[in-house]
Nanobody, 117 residues
Framework: QVQLVESRGGLVQPRGSLRLSCVAS????????MGWYRQAAGKQRELVAT???????NYADSVKGRVTISRDDAKNTVYLQMNDLKPEDTAVYYC???????????WGQGTQVTVSS
C-alpha cells in the first residue's frame, strides 16, 4: 500500500498561484494513476486532475487551462500547479494513487487551500 503526504497548502490571493506536491512511499508509482481531488466545505469530494504513468492527463472542466498536473516517477512525486486561483478553488486538496490493475486506492491526509483577499 502506498502512503501519500501532501505539501502544505495555504492562503492565496485571487489570481495567485500555488503548487502542491505529493510524495509517495511504500511503492513505485509506475503502476498507479495519480490524481488530485478536492472537497469544499459542505460539498462532496470532486476530481481536479489525474495523470497516467504514460503522461495522459484529465482535468475537471472547472480548472482546465488554470491547473497542470505532473509527475516525476523517479522521485515518487506528483505535483499540482494552480494558476489564476479563484475563491471557488478554496477546498481541502487530496492526493490520490490508484493501482491500474488492482484498483486499490490510497489517499493523502489533505491540505487546505484558501483563496481570499
Amino acid at each position: 500500500q502506498v502512503q501519500l503526504v501532501e505539501s502544505r497548502g495555504g492562503l492565496v490571493q485571487p489570481r495567485g498561484s500555488l503548487r502542491l506536491s505529493c510524495v509517495a512511499s511504500g511503492s513505485s508509482l509506475r503502476n498507479y494513476v495519480m490524481g488530485w481531488y478536492r472537497q469544499a466545505a459542505g460539498k462532496q469530494r470532486e476530481l481536479v486532475a489525474t495523470q497516467l504513468s504514460g503522461g495522459s492527463t484529465n482535468y475537471a472542466d472547472s480548472v482546465k487551462g488554470r491547473v497542470t498536473i505532473s509527475r516525476d516517477d523517479a522521485k515518487n512525486t506528483v505535483y499540482l500547479q494552480m494558476n489564476d486561483l479563484k475563491p471557488e478553488d478554496t477546498a481541502v486538496y487530496y492526493c490520490n494513487a490508484r493501482h491500474v490493475l488492482l484498483g486499490r486506492a490510497s489517499w493523502g491526509q489533505g491540505t487546505q487551500v484558501t483563496v481570499s483577499s
